[in-house]
């Protein structure tokens, strides 16, 4: 009986944890010499490795070990809206969260901000894939590590 009540509080825990919206992740960056293109600004391809930097910390700082252990993720699709170029010597913010998930399909929200103003440089939606470690072969999520990252389930 104990046994029962436990999953059934456990669930409650996550159902509550899913229906609060998520807090997001933020991580620091500094404007590198390297990031700079021949524009003198920063390589559009380095907005996108700052969105997959982030969105990884995330997964490191949030998820539970035993999972870390045994899920890969992959990029689906990416979509970038670039707003305001970065320059050598910014302060970057970037900021993610996850938004819908279903058992495989994670999608996942990141701004890209100037840290002096907070002015939004560039604003990123990724599909992310769970992989399994051993196989490389998709595979799901449990709703305890869904609870952790999203705010609901969706076909995403």
């Not at 990884?56 to 979509?79: G, M, N, S, T």
Request: with cysteine.
């Amino acid at each position: 009986m104990a046994a029962i009540e436990t999953g059934i509080a456990k669930s409650v825990r996550i159902l509550e944890k899913m229906s609060q919206p998520p807090e997001p992740y933020e991580l620091a960056i500094q404007v590198e010499p390297a990031d700079i293109d021949e524009l003198g600004h920063v390589n559009n391809v380095t907005y996108l490795r700052w969105v997959q930097d982030v969105a990884v910390a995330h997964w490191k700082a949030v998820a539970p070990a035993a999972d870390q252990a045994k899920l890969l993720w992959i990029v689906l699709r990416h979509e970038i809206d670039y707003k305001h170029p970065a320059y050598l010597g910014d302060q970057i913010i970037a900021r993610t969260w996850v938004g819908a998930a279903s058992r495989i399909r994670f999608e996942r929200h990141t701004e890209l901000l100037r840290a002096s103003g907070r002015l939004l440089l560039a604003k990123a939606r990724t599909l992310w894939c769970s992989i399994d470690v051993r196989t490389g072969k998709p595979t799901g999520v449990s709703e305890e590590v869904r609870a952790c990252f999203s705010v609901g389930s969706s076909a995403v």
